[in-house]
């Protein structure tokens, strides 16, 4: 019998082999939570409950006293660098977030940071690590700069990123500042996170798959390597987990150039194929499909079995391969956790 880590999650973040499978899920904290909701609409507004450090915690806490899931994610968003930034941040029921002014109508230099901004979201992290179980990791996050451009050059979110696309062609230099802008305030974030009290972080680049091979380089590879060896500097324990969604067939190079310590499968990629590319000891994280999820039943069940014997060979957290979906069954994210348990690599039930 091989005796279980402090903290499964972190243990295989660092490299660390295990007889367990950690499982923690993208949004995990959000709406298809019952007392979620409740929560939120008693404070009123997203913004509200991010700024409100008790209800925040409480939220990051929520999946975990409900399921026990390995990983707590803080309770916040990506674009909360927008707005430590400058610029205008709303969330409107049904409408999703806009940023104001957004970059198409106003420049970068025009905008004045407001640091401060991200304060509360340190003494959310302060209050949940005092109060999370001990065997829990305590992920904390940002958005990856390519992904917070979009939204900031948009003010919103766009189906195909044209227009930050189309702004990092016309003048590649206005592009590089606001990039290097974020990349800057994003590396103060993270190591305020971790300064406060987060174990490992999470770089969400969910329109990573949108752009070209050479702007790839550019705007994915490159700032998340600047960003990853700042943080190396400061904080050279604390595991970077990347998440470059719909890089496909760039996941190696992301791999071999950025120095993250883990990374992330979103649904599409094949995690056999992930497994022969990918250096042999790098942790994933993935890949359940979010409507598999939904799903539930034969589906989900197959869909896990693949994951887990594709990956067996190799450090692996299990995770969703983007978030989970607001209507999945809370029973069937019960049956998911039975099933990462209960296999043979996982932990006895
Ligand atoms: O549980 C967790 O994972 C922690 C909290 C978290 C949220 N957003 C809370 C949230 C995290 C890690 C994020 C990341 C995020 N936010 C991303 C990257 C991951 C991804 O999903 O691609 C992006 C692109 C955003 C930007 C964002 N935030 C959008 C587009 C929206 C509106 C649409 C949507 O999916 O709801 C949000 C709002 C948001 N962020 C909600 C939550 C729980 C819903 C807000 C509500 O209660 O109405």
């Given at each position: 019998?091989?005796?279980?880590?402090?903290?499964?999650l972190?243990?295989v973040?660092?490299?660390?082999?295990?007889?367990?499978?950690?499982?923690?899920?993208?949004?995990?904290?959000?709406?298809?939570?019952?007392?979620?909701?409740?929560?939120?609409?008693?404070?009123?507004?997203?913004?509200?409950?991010?700024?409100?450090?008790?209800?925040?915690a409480?939220?990051t806490?929520?999946?975990?006293a409900?399921?026990?899931?390995?990983?707590?994610?803080?309770?916040?968003?990506?674009?909360?660098?927008?707005y430590?930034?400058?610029?205008?941040?709303?969330?409107e029921?049904?409408e999703?977030?806009?940023?104001?002014?957004?970059?198409?109508?106003?420049?970068?230099?025009?905008?004045?940071?407001v640091?401060?901004?991200?304060?509360?979201?340190?003494r959310?992290?302060?209050?949940?690590?005092a109060?999370?179980?001990?065997?829990?990791?305590?992920?904390?996050?940002?958005?990856s700069?390519?992904?917070?451009?979009?939204?900031?050059?948009?003010?919103?979110?766009?189906?195909d990123?044209a227009?930050?696309?189309?702004?990092?062609?016309?003048?590649?230099?206005?592009?590089?500042?606001?990039?290097?802008a974020?990349?800057?305030?994003?590396?103060?974030?993270l190591?305020?996170?971790?300064e406060?009290?987060?174990?490992a972080?999470?770089?969400?680049?969910?329109?990573?798959?949108?752009?070209a091979?050479?702007?790839f380089?550019?705007?994915?590879?490159?700032p998340?390597?600047?960003?990853?060896?700042?943080?190396?500097?400061?904080?050279?324990h604390?595991?970077v987990?990347?998440f470059p969604?719909?890089?496909?067939?760039?996941?190696?190079?992301?791999?071999?150039?950025?120095?993250?310590?883990?990374?992330?499968l979103?649904?599409?990629?094949?995690?056999?194929?992930?497994?022969?590319?990918?250096?042999?000891?790098?942790?994933v994280?993935?890949?359940?499909d979010?409507?598999?999820?939904?799903?539930?039943?034969?589906?989900?069940?197959?869909?896990?079995?693949?994951?887990?014997?594709?990956?067996?060979?190799?450090?692996?957290?299990?995770?969703?391969?983007?978030?989970?979906?607001?209507?999945?069954?809370?029973?069937?994210?019960?049956?998911l956790?039975?099933?990462?348990?209960r296999?043979?690599?996982?932990?006895?039930?």
């Amino acid at each position: 019998m091989t005796l279980a880590p402090h903290k499964p999650l972190l243990h295989v973040l660092s490299g660390g082999k295990s007889d367990i499978i950690p499982i923690w899920l993208m949004r995990q904290a959000g709406r298809y939570l019952p007392e979620y909701r409740a929560l939120r609409a008693a404070k009123g507004g997203f913004l509200e409950l991010v700024n409100d450090h008790e209800a925040a915690a409480e939220v990051t806490l929520q999946p975990i006293a409900r399921f026990g899931f390995d990983g707590a994610i803080l309770f916040s968003d990506i674009l909360i660098v927008p707005y430590a930034l400058g610029q205008d941040l709303r969330f409107e029921a049904g409408e999703g977030p806009r940023l104001s002014p957004p970059l198409t109508d106003a420049v970068l230099s025009g905008l004045t940071a407001v640091p401060a901004r991200l304060e509360p979201v340190y003494r959310t992290v302060e209050k949940v690590k005092a109060a999370l179980p001990a065997e829990t990791t305590f992920l904390g996050f940002a958005g990856s700069p390519w992904t917070v451009a979009t939204y900031m050059v948009a003010g919103q979110g766009s189906r195909d990123q044209a227009e930050a696309r189309q702004a990092a062609y016309a003048d590649p230099g206005a592009f590089a500042e606001i990039i290097g802008a974020i990349e800057a305030m994003t590396v103060d974030y993270l190591s305020g996170q971790i300064e406060a009290g987060v174990e490992a972080v999470q770089l969400f680049d969910s329109w990573s798959g949108s752009l070209a091979p050479a702007q790839f380089e550019s705007w994915v590879i490159a700032p998340t390597a600047r960003i990853v060896a700042a943080l190396k500097a400061r904080h050279p324990h604390i595991p970077v987990i990347g998440f470059p969604k719909g890089a496909g067939a760039k996941l190696a190079a992301y791999a071999r150039e950025t120095g993250v310590d883990a990374i992330g499968l979103d649904e599409t990629v094949d995690p056999a194929w992930a497994d022969s590319v990918l250096p042999a000891d790098l942790p994933v994280q993935g890949n359940l499909d979010p409507l598999a999820l939904l799903a539930g039943g034969e589906a989900l069940e197959k869909a896990v079995a693949r994951i887990l014997s594709s990956l067996a060979g190799r450090p692996h957290i299990f995770n969703l391969g983007h978030g989970i979906i607001k209507e999945t069954p809370i029973a069937h994210v019960e049956r998911l956790l039975e099933l990462v348990r209960r296999s043979p690599s996982g932990r006895a039930a």
